[in-house]
């Protein structure tokens, strides 16, 4: 059998032309601007996108056929390993005329005569007919009630005639005898399933399948207004120019935009606009350092409180996350989750303050920042594990002496072990455990990192908004979303 290897097929595909289609809804594709070949190949990943789908019928397999001597075959469609059916593409400009569709069945049926295995069993196999331009008429009354309009055909003589045709065509047919394959055709119309398709049902599919339409045609969106304006304020956004799309931005770059270069001072960690050098040096450097003191001042307050609340987020993440699902469940050690708390700590906040101090500040307030998370996780079993190895060796001198709450941290190391008598014992399920809840780890740390962002700003007005009445009610707005 002369079938064609996917891989021959993706390189015709791929170096094809694309005629361009636009993609506004359910637009016709321009389907004759193909080559022949190339709509053989389109109805050809299209059933096979479809047959993956179980979207054709009982059908689980389809085949290209070579497109030389296939015996009015372009594509074999399988069934459980058997051929039932065929598909027959034909890319016209004009409508199939009766006559032109009772003949492309013919010849096949009479291909059949000799090669018995091309139809093996009649009544379960289908003929599918592609014809891009559609029917006219007669050609479609014959295909909608074939076997009694088939039958017509061959009462009438008209498929003798066609038999007489084809053996003046093809050296092939010569030799048959006219009356024994016109009883042969006649059985087989009378058994066989014809099923029509055009360009318009081949038009709805393939919206259903952009993938398939984007390997031969070029589509051209044409986009309404709502869905324009979306797109360009993505794009916007995207390209750092998100003032044109968000308010408070727009606000804040007219603002600043107004302001000339010559009153504009950077000054580190606070960029001043609308006073000039000459005022700085009217404030002296008692009053320079009155000012920076207070920005430092308000900065610090921002940064501790930003610590602060990144930490509240990560206990509460765990409950909803680990703790009630797997802990309560008995599905993970509590031991686990107390490993696992102490790695969040050390991993999301240093990122969430990674640029309140330099680099080198940073480095020295926490000395595990850049570890992989396997190494930081590793170290923080092992601190783990040595305090349970003092525990179940009765070494309490990690406790305060005199300490009255003795029996009830016993009891919370006892929680935390749940049954496990050995630290050999802790680091077994440990490591059954983290591969469980890993993934959820990284998620809360993700969740965590995205509610609190690294780069933060803050921006001091002045009181002109009270004579904006805009302003002032997206103000208003805010201050009782945080009331």
């Not at 031991?335 to 101090?357: D, E």
């Amino acid at each position: 059998m002369n079938s064609v290897a996917q891989s021959q097929i993706d390189d015709e595909v791929a170096h094809g032309y694309k005629p361009h289609a636009v993609g506004s809804g359910l637009a016709m594709l321009p389907l004759n601007e193909l080559g022949d070949r190339e709509f053989e190949m389109l109805v050809y990943s299209l059933i096979e996108a479809r047959i993956q789908r179980n979207d054709y019928a009982s059908f689980d397999q389809v085949v290209l056929m070579k497109g030389v001597g296939e015996r009015g075959r372009d594509c074999l469609l399988y069934r459980q390993g058997d051929v039932a059916g065929l598909i027959q593409c034909k890319k016209l400009q004009k409508k199939m005329s009766r006559p032109e569709v009772m003949e492309e069945i013919t010849k096949f049926l009479m291909f059949t005569i000799s090669e018995e295995e091309l139809m093996p069993s009649p009544r379960a196999f289908e003929y599918h007919l592609y014809a891009s331009s559609g029917y006219f008429e007669p050609a479609a009354t014959l295909l909608s009630s074939f076997k009694s309009e088939s039958k017509k055909e061959v009462e009438s003589g008209n498929v003798l005639r066609i038999i007489q045709g084809l053996k003046e065509k093809y050296a092939t047919f010569k030799a048959y005898n006219e009356q024994q394959a016109l009883e042969h055709i006649a059985q087989a119309l009378d058994a066989m399933t014809v099923k029509p398709f055009t360009g318009v049902d081949l038009n709805l599919s393939l919206a259903s399948y952009p993938v398939v339409m984007s390997k031969f045609f070029r589509t051209l969106p044409v986009l309404d207004a709502t869905s324009f304006e979306e797109i360009l304020t993505q794009k916007l956004e995207e390209s750092g120019i998100k003032f044109l799309t968000d308010q408070n931005l727009s606000d804040l770059y007219k603002r600043l935009s107004a302001v000339p270069p010559e009153f504009q001072v950077a000054l580190g960690n606070v960029d001043l606009f609308g006073y000039s050098e000459n005022y700085f040096k009217f404030l002296g450097k008692e009053g320079f350092s009155e000012l920076i003191k207070k920005v430092s001042d308000v900065r610090l307050f921002l940064d501790i409180k930003t610590h602060d609340y990144a930490a509240s987020l990560i206990m509460p993440e765990m409950v909803k996350k680990l703790t009630e699902p797997y802990v309560h469940t008995g599905r993970v050690l509590p031991f686990t989750l107390s490993v696992v708390a102490q790695y969040l700590s050390k991993r999301i906040l240093p990122s969430v303050m990674s640029r309140a101090s330099p680099k080198a500040a940073l480095k020295h307030m926490h000395p595990h920042l850049g570890l992989t998370k396997q190494t930081l996780m590793d170290s923080i079993l092992e601190e783990c594990l040595e305090s349970s190895r003092r525990i179940f060796s009765g070494d309490y001198s990690g406790f305060p002496d005199p300490d009255p709450d003795r029996p009830r941290r016993i009891a919370l190391f006892e929680g935390l072990h749940a049954g496990c008598t050995t630290d050999v014992q802790l680091k077994a399920r440990f490591l059954l455990d983290l591969p469980l809840i890993m993934p959820i780890v990284d998620e809360i740390e993700s969740t965590i990192n995205a509610a609190v962002p690294q780069l933060r700003t803050v921006v001091i007005n002045d009181m002109a908004y009270f004579d904006d009445p805009e302003k002032l009610e997206r103000i208003l707005t805010t201050i009782k979303t945080i009331e």
